[in-house]
């Protein structure tokens, strides 16, 4: 009873956290912009406005996302980032986010495509991990087979981890979405997903 009590404790545990920390650092942002951005509009307006920090925050986040899609921008950016990322702690930090955020939103070649299941370390075991993208024909040619560019993470922390080449037949696709693969591995297996048909085998003559 007491074990069941604290199974259900962990897994509301780890539904909410999520959900509060990412509302929490929305809000923070905004708290943020808000309060910095408030007293100058009220110097060059002479009186306070309501929400105008608000729309405000919301205004650099939309010229953000303009300047990281124009190729001048995202050269400043990426110095920026670059200068940042000398900072010990702020880089452990980042990284760590900067990681799962790219792996979830982005759809560029650098993201998590699909969560896969295959063998390893040895025949029997199975892991769980996220598909980047098809290896280099450089290592076709050496192992004699097509293979599989995958993150493998740790638990409970799924921005740890190793990159790991596996064969193409040798690897499951998994029916089910990155969000559903990452509480899985988040949980330990406490969250496991819905039963869905079509998991297949990838298989290449």
């Known amino acids: ?21 990412t509302v929490y650092l929305i809000w923070y942002l905004f708290i943020f912009l808000d309060n910095l951005s408030s007293p100058i509009f009220t110097y060059l307006l002479g009186r306070d406005i309501p929400g105008i920090g608000v729309m405000f ?33 702020f880089r452990n930090i980042y990284l760590s986010i900067k990681r799962i955020l790219d792996g979830i ?13 295959f063998e390893y370390p040895r025949k029997g075991i199975y892991q769980i991990g996220f598909l980047t993208k098809e290896s280099s024909n450089l290592f076709e040619k050496i192992t004699g087979e097509k293979m599989y560019n995958v993150f493998l993470p740790t638990t409970p922390n799924p921005t740890s981890g190793m990159f790991i080449m596996v ?19 988040i949980s330990g297996g406490i969250l496991s997903p819905a039963e869905k048909p079509g998991i297949l085998q990838k298989i290449i003559d």
């Open 1 to 21: 009873m007491l074990r069941k009590i604290r199974n259900l404790f962990i897994t509301g545990l780890l539904v909410l956290l999520p959900l509060v920390m």
């Open 57 to 89: 925050a919301i205004g650099v986040i939309f010229i953000v996302g303009l300047l990281t899609t124009n190729i001048l921008g995202k050269k400043i950016i990426d110095l920026g980032e670059y200068i940042l990322l000398k900072i010990p702690l």
């Open 167 to 185: 064969p193409i037949k040798e690897v499951y696709e998994l029916n089910i979405s990155v969000e559903e693969a990452l509480k899985l591995i």
């Open 105 to 117: 939103f982005t759809t560029n070649n650098a993201s998590f495509k699909k969560a896969v299941m």
